[in-house]
């Protein structure tokens, strides 16, 4: 009698917080996309990322129903990109897929990002071509940002991306190897390199509840996207410096031009303004910038966990031991 051969593991990574309103419409959506697979085998890996509402609640009950349903149960809320990176260490699948429990990146896209992965592509990430129910604000920033990124960026970073993508097992074993914890992964996905495409498709609607993403956060995020891919910010610290010193320069010559050739000025006043305005602003900037980095330095040396898991339902021996985690509970 000839074995069955054994198909392909697709895992599918939703991180989650807070998400009590639309994660029954997510599960639904989900389980019809695995429903339409074709010789593949899914798993569905929920990281709650210490959600203060009934999210782990709901989704333990979902796990219990379903054995392609797991769930990693952080301690506390560590952030969206640590969850997604707790998602890819526990994922044993052939290929890897990210996309957030809000539905805006619609589910359905995946099959599109199969066939592609199928055509030997490793990375197929999603490119968004409308961004429906967003303000224009945020929109105008995210845009710029990209911008801005690839300009200060040595590592060229796709325009109007998010982390919704498929990776091949080989850039999930890589992701895996860099044990850095300022985490922008889809940064790190476009370092590593590989065979990668776009897929372009359009944003939805987040389907119920708030954005986790406010302002603060997004500055945030896009800080450690700069800092985390770039040095170009020390370097110009310098240029900033040596502008100042231009621009204090002419001060002092114009404040010499008035000492000597008019009658209007106060004694000591212009100058001492200029080296205070000029010196003092170009200093603070540059010691800000060298401080980002430094801290960076300072919290990869701690070398603590990137995140602590409390609890992991529906895995086997496998998915734990992959964890940067300790394990508290295994079910």
Same mark, same amino acid.
């Given at each position: 009698?000839? =074995? ?14 807070? =998400?009590?309103?639309?994660? *029954? ?53 560590? $952030?969206?990109?640590?969850? &997604? /990176? ?22 359905? &896209? ?8 199928? =055509? ?8 968004? /071509?409308?961004? #429906? $129910? ?6 105008? /920033? ?50 590593? $390199? ?44 310098? /240029? ?42 170009? #200093? ?15 919290? =990869? ?12 339902? *529906?895995?086997? #021996? ?14």
């Amino acid at each position: 009698m000839i =074995e069955q051969l054994k198909q392909p593991l697709l895992s599918v990574v939703i991180p989650c917080y807070n =998400e009590e309103e639309v994660i *029954g419409e997510t599960m639904k959506r989900l389980k019809a996309f695995c429903s339409e697979i074709v010789n593949l085998d899914v798993e569905l890996i929920f990281v709650d990322d210490g959600s203060r509402d009934k999210t782990r609640e709901l989704l333990k009950n979902y796990a219990a129903e379903d054995a392609r349903i797991k769930l990693i149960g952080f301690a506390r809320n560590f $952030g969206h990109q640590i969850a &997604v /990176t707790a998602g890819i260490d526990a994922a044993c699948g052939d290929a890897v897929v990210l996309i957030d429990a809000d539905l805006q990146d619609p589910p359905e &896209v995946i099959h599109e990002m199969i066939v592609k992965w199928r =055509e030997g592509y490793d990375v197929v990430y999603g490119t968004r /071509t409308e961004r #429906q $129910g967003e303000s224009i604000f945020k929109i105008a /920033t995210a845009r710029s940002f990209y911008r801005l990124l690839n300009r200060l960026s040595d590592v060229p970073i796709p325009l109007d991306t998010g982390d919704f993508r498929l990776m091949s097992r080989p850039v999930v074993d890589t992701l895996r190897a860099m044990p850095e914890r300022d985490r922008f992964v889809r940064g790190l996905v476009s370092w590593v $390199g590989f065979k990668q495409i776009a897929l372009p498709y359009k944003r939805s609607v987040r389907f119920a509840g708030e954005s986790k993403y406010p302002l603060r956060k997004m500055l945030s995020f896009a800080i450690d996207g700069i800092l985390s891919f770039s040095t170009k910010p020390l370097q110009m610290s310098i /240029t900033l410096g040596m502008l100042c010193a231009c621009l204090a320069m002419s001060g002092i010559l114009y404040v010499l031009w008035l000492r000597l050739f008019t009658h209007i000025w106060v004694e000591g006043w212009t100058a001492l303004m200029i080296a205070v305005l000029f010196l003092g602003g170009i #200093q603070l900037i540059s010691v800000g910038i060298l401080g980002e980095y430094i801290g960076r330095i300072y919290n =990869e040396i701690k070398n603590r966990p990137l995140y602590v898991v409390q609890e992991y339902l *529906g895995f086997n #021996q496998t998915g734990p031991e992959m964890s940067r985690s300790p394990v508290i509970n295994k079910s």
